[in-house]
């Protein structure tokens, strides 16, 4: 402790004041603006890479409006990446632009940075960004500290560090904290606006809130090991930090020089601008292409770009808090003498009316009333003060959300309306900046991309282009930045033929036929689309992303087919890197598929990826061969409920067993063993054919394919036969459809077993002619499958049956089926009326030979 | 009439909380220094700490005249910002509606909220499809009322008419099994917090609830049996989800020690061993969530495999070894006891288990000794 509170008397000196912020905290701002117009420093320096000092006129332009972010890029040389850090460049090959990295640096209204720029600028301190740049803080680093599948685009004020301090944990713990947002919250914002009595009081507030902070971001790096702060860079921005205040601080001019910085790095600094400065031996790589421009932002993108470094969450309600607590006292006309405003409660007021009022224009079936207005309000500020709050926080008013606005169970009910109000607080705002910013880096990324691909985008003329996806990875690249545009929905180029591996047509075909004709319209749609990133593969991510955020949206109930699609089209574009999500999504949709013909689809689709992964460049996707076996076993686990099958689906599903049986000498990998276990397919066939209630259709198929597998020998399947075969005339459409189903299985039985042959007769003999004619064309489905050659040898083993060597002619008549079947009908209408006149006698000797011929 | 017990009787098979932890209670009353709101007997702070705990500290107070300092037990594991939301509402207007899945304490916590606010936790509602208007506001001694006529006398008062003239909290557990028009008896109750008594004349025939009254409601929304509830009585109650432990460290340290509880009360002496309880938790949890921690997916039965199941389980499994084993725990206890609760009236349940046994008992069973003994018990699961 002695450490910290040494610290804490550096902090704020008569030459350097060192003010550490939370990034996006409206309260460190309040009180950073506070301290500038006490303090009238000289010089403001503000953590952020060095080279954004020369975008400081344009930041403050009055036209540029917040949310906003700079964007920063650069593509390191091949050469000179240092070694250990290949895990860091993009997954390579396939990528259609030159490696590189990017990041955005966002700035709000009420971010500490940009109040710091603003207020110390209009009183006239030198402002500027000290800070290493990005191409040096990502060239210095050793070691990716990001999981595999994070998007490359990170913030440049990732918070890891506070989310696992185990301090902070325990402090969350004890203040009865949800997590480290919500102490902060507690401990923080909670002291926004609170100023004290008279201007002695009111530096003293601003003075032990800098302390409080510094306090935090103490213990919360006393938790980091030093080794991971070299690793991740830290160090070595702290470095660049120190050597740039040392020589603003040389300059011998009166005032006090202002660093604001993030609290976790503030807590070293003082030592190491005291310290003499280490011979640093840094590399001077040649970074190229350096790109830093100002971009236009949105609450919405912040919020999500902050969900994966967990910055400060809900922006809009943030920014609100802030504004409500700058307006002063007197300012304020609208209040009744004597009731000061509380920003806290006048935010959390306004919220829950808003949200209120949305569900009504909503027409949602949870429509909620004043009076449920009233009461969250009620309870929020009840829970505040319980909580010791001045009024109630960010987690209070969710709380009053919870307990008064949702009427039901959370998980149900709840999910829609807290989608709302988190939604309500995240925002929709997007920023403005000026023309000068220059043109959005979407727009430059295309017309570069373009021209390397040597598509003509200098006139409007429609051209075509052919595609060999297959032999070369130029033309795949091309092949990616078309699909994307489409996805992206930018009108340039259209599909006109060629394998689609989404649909699965067209696979036999080498090449893409595409016709491309650039259009202002084009332009116009990437500016447009500009917002969801600045490079083609960031914004099809994003794109790609909320499309994956849909599908988990409808999730349930939806085939697992709808999500394979996804992840084909994400192949498609090159975005390899998101599959690790989809995969997940797509393994919970199996589990939920209650139905076997769409599992077996998916499991055909996941293996036409797989199998196409050469021009998909899907090798990577180790998830896939893990998702088949899944899906496989899944299927295995439908098949207990195959007996359930409605007979209108059961060739459906006799052909969706087929595909699975199929599968069973598939091997997806090459190792010895096999990949799918056949003992699960089996085991439950073998018990469906006694299920009473199965389909005759699949009773039978199944049969035919147990028997193809050697599990049911010749005597067993014939006594199936012979049961289906014997039973009761009723069930004419069972013995028929078991036929049906076993010669679609196993054809080879109508010739290699005259036994076989032997009980069909017998079924056929048990016909009278009506009957016959009625069955006659479900017969006719049953061996359509043979080839020519097959039926001769079943006429052959026919005609053997009944001690002829041929069956004879066979004549086809040129008549059609329905005339044929009329002229049938005719014919045994004639007879039957022979019979009643006692005449069949003398049509007793040609009706057996005549049997014979009429199948075919 | 109002019903409290003030001690313990070794007889009683589940005494009330306010019985139960009275030390506790005691401890927390000494020791209150926050506002306490009218007809509360501890302050909403005290509350809280009473359910959550005190984090280790031990209190000081007076205990059967000596001087003693007692720990206040966490006695209700998951999250606490609900319980400061169901104080919260306690002390408003609305009621207290505690909805969630079979087994996730919500009576439980009922029971603890009503103990430590009005120091009673027996002024209950039993819902049930038979409960009668009756049963909410009062009924009549008839043979006074006919020898004497409507009197306060021959009034005999429901749960809910002495809460409300005694200023407590009445307990109505399982609302939304008694039928749609009986429930909506609570709507205007709620709202005037005034009973009529249509049959007194006077003062008698309007009772106002005294300060501290109110309703804590439970429910499962989503079970066989229960009714929808009306638009009007959701408007007066606040619905707050009761959700099952998804903290896997801390349900393995519910179902030890709520296990060894219930085994102290049998008197017997068993060992269970760390490893087979982490079995047993992880199983539940995987059919739970339909998901285990290597990724597997897995169907969920319907049944719900709540916490209370686990700690029912484990106890029957160690007494399943106490009496027909040999005193030790073994994860074929565990797969025996489990077909009970798995099994309930879904005959797709024992497939379902079956599948998780063959997909994911099994590769585990070829690590650990443990899950392999639960791997073989699979020959009981006989459809």
Known sequence: ????????????????????????????????????????????????????????????????????????????????????????????????????????????????????????????????????????????????????????????????????????????????????????????????????????????????????????????????????????????????????????????????????TGGFHTVVLPDLVREKPAKAATEEPAAEGVMTCLVRYSFEQLDALNGYAAGMPSPFYYDQLWRAARNPADARSDLPDGIKPEPFLEVATRFLVELGQLTRTKKMAAALSPADEIAALEQARRLAALRAHPGPTREDLLDGVRSCYVKGAIDAEGEVLLGLARHALTGSAIGEVPAEAGVPPLVEDFRRQAQTLRLNISDSIRRKLSLDLYRKTSHRKSSRFLHSLQFLGVPFAQFLAGPDFVRGTGLERLHEHWDYQWTPQTESQLVEASIYGATMEEAATNRLLRAIAELEEQGRGRSAAAGVEILTQACRMGLHRHTGRLAGLIGAQLAEDPSLVSVVAAIGQLLLLWESREPLEAQRLTEIPQLIRAAYERACYLLHNVADTPVEKAMDMLESLIKLRELLG???????????????????????????????????????????????????????????????????????????????????????????????????????????????????????????????????????????AQVGRLLKLDVDEADALAAAKVNAAVKKSLRLDGLEEWFEGGERRDKGDERH | ???????????????????????????????????????????????????????????????????????????????????????????????????????????????????????????????????????????????????????????????????????????????????????????????????????????DGVLFAGKGFNLIATANLRDRGVHEMS?????????????????????????????????????????????????????????????????????????????????????????????????????????????????????DDIKRLRQYFDVVVKVRGKDSKVWQQFYEARKWFRA
């Not at chain 1, 067993?716 to 078991?738: C, I, K, P, R």
Request: aromatic letters at 6%; proline letters at 6%.
């Open chain 2, 1 to 203: 009439m109002s019903t409290t017990i003030k001690e313990k009787s070794p007889r009683m098979v589940r005494p009330p909380a306010e019985v139960v932890y009275a030390e506790e209670l005691s401890a927390l009353a000494a020791n209150d220094a926050g506002p306490k709101p009218p007809g509360w007997r501890l302050s909403p702070r005290a509350v809280r700490q009473f359910i959550v705990g005190s984090d280790g500290a031990a209190l000081a107070h007076t205990w059967d005249g000596k001087k003693t300092r007692t720990v206040v037990t966490q006695k209700f594991y998951g999250d606490d910002a609900l319980v400061e939301r169901c104080i919260v509402t306690l002390l408003g207007n609305r009621g207290l509606l505690l909805v969630g899945e079979p087994g996730t304490a919500k009576s439980m916590l009922s029971e603890l909220l009503s103990a430590a606010i009005s120091g009673n936790s027996l002024l209950g509602i039993q819902g049930t499809a038979g409960t009668t208007d009756d049963q909410i506001k009062y009924s009549w001694n008839y043979a006074l009322l006919l020898a004497e006529g409507p009197s306060p006398r021959a009034l005999v008062p429901s749960p809910l008419y002495t809460a409300m003239k005694n200023g407590a909290l009445v307990r109505f557990e399982e609302i939304t099994r008694c039928q749609p028009e009986i429930q909506d008896t609570l709507v205007s109750l709620l709202s005037d917090k005034a009973m009529q008594v249509p049959e007194l004349s006077g003062s």
């Open chain 1, 1 to 260: 402790m002695a450490g910290l509170t040494a610290l804490l008397d550096r902090l704020v000196t008569p030459e350097v004041i060192f003010f550490p912020v939370r990034h996006h905290s409206p309260a460190c701002a309040w009180h950073l603006e506070k301290l500038i117009r006490e303090t009238s420093p000289r010089a403001v320096l503000i953590e952020g890479p060095a080279s954004f000092t020369s975008l400081t006129k344009l930041m403050l332009d009055p036209r540029t409006k917040a949310p906003f972010a700079v964007y920063t890029s650069f593509a390191p040389p091949e050469e000179k990446l240092p070694e250990g850090l290949e895990s860091l460049a993009p997954q390579s090959t396939g990528e259609f632009t030159p490696e590189r990295f990017a990041a955005y640096y966002p700035f709000c209204d009420y971010s500490p940075e940009l109040v710091a720029l603003r207020v110390g600028s209009a009183q006239g301190a030198k402002v500027a960004f000290i800070d290493l740049d990005y191409a040096e803080q990502v060239l210095s680093e050793q070691k990716a500290r990001t999981e595999p599948a994070a998007p490359r685009v990170e913030s440049l004020l990732g918070e890891r560090h506070f989310k696992r301090s185990q301090y902070l944990q325990a402090l969350a713990k004890r203040a009865g904290c949800r997590d480290h947002n919500d102490l902060w919250d507690h401990l923080f914002e909670t002291r926004m606006a609170q100023a004290g009595e008279g201007a002695k009081e009111n530096v003293k507030s601003t003075q032990a809130f800098v302390r409080d902070v510094a306090a935090w971001c103490y213990l919360a790096r006393a938790d980091a090991p030093p080794e991971e702060l070299a690793m991740d860079g830290t160090q070595a921005r702290e470095a660049a930090m120190a050597t740039a205040i040392r020589k603003e601080l040389r300059k011998d001019q009166k005032g006090p020089v202002l660093v604001v």
């Open chain 1, 666 to 804: 598939v091997r997806i990998d090459d190792k010895a063993e096999t990949t799918f276990d056949a003992a699960l397919f089996w085991s439950p066939l073998e018990s469906l054919s006694s299920e009473p209630r199965c389909p005759a259709l699949l009773a039978g198929g199944v049969a035919g394919l147990r028997h193809d597998a050697g599990q049911l020998d010749e005597g067993a399947l014939l006594s199936q036969v012979t049961g289906f075969v014997n039973a009761s005339t009723s069930q004419a459409a069972d013995q028929v459809a078991f036929l049906v189903g076993l010669l679609r299985t196993c054809p080879e039985l109508a010739w290699r077993q005259p036994a076989f042959i032997e009980a069909v007769e017998r079924l056929l003999d048990r016909w009278d002619d009506d009957e016959f004619i009625k069955r006659l064309p479900h017969l006719r489905l049953a061996f359509a499958g043979l080839t020519p050659r097959e039926t001769d040898r079943v006429g052959a083993v026919i005609a053997e049956l009944h001690g002829g």
């Open chain 2, 231 to 347: 638009s009007a009585l959701k408007r007066r109650l606040n619905f707050e989800t009761v959700a099952p432990l998804s903290d896997k460290v801390m349900e393995l340290k519910l179902v030890k020690e709520q296990t060894d509880a219930l085994l102290r009360e049998s008197g017997l002496n068993i060992e269970c061993p760390a490893d087979v309880l982490d079995l047993l938790v992880t199983t539940f949890n995987d059919l739970r969530h339909g998901r285990t921690a290597e990724g597997t997916v897995v169907e969920k039965p319907s049944t719900v495999m709540s916490t209370a199941e686990a700690v029912a389980v484990s106890h029957s499994a160690a007494l399943d070894a106490a009496y027909f084993g040999n005193a030790r725990l073994e994860g074929g206890h565990v797969a025996r006891q489990l077909l009970g609760t798995v099994l309930k009236d879904n005959p």
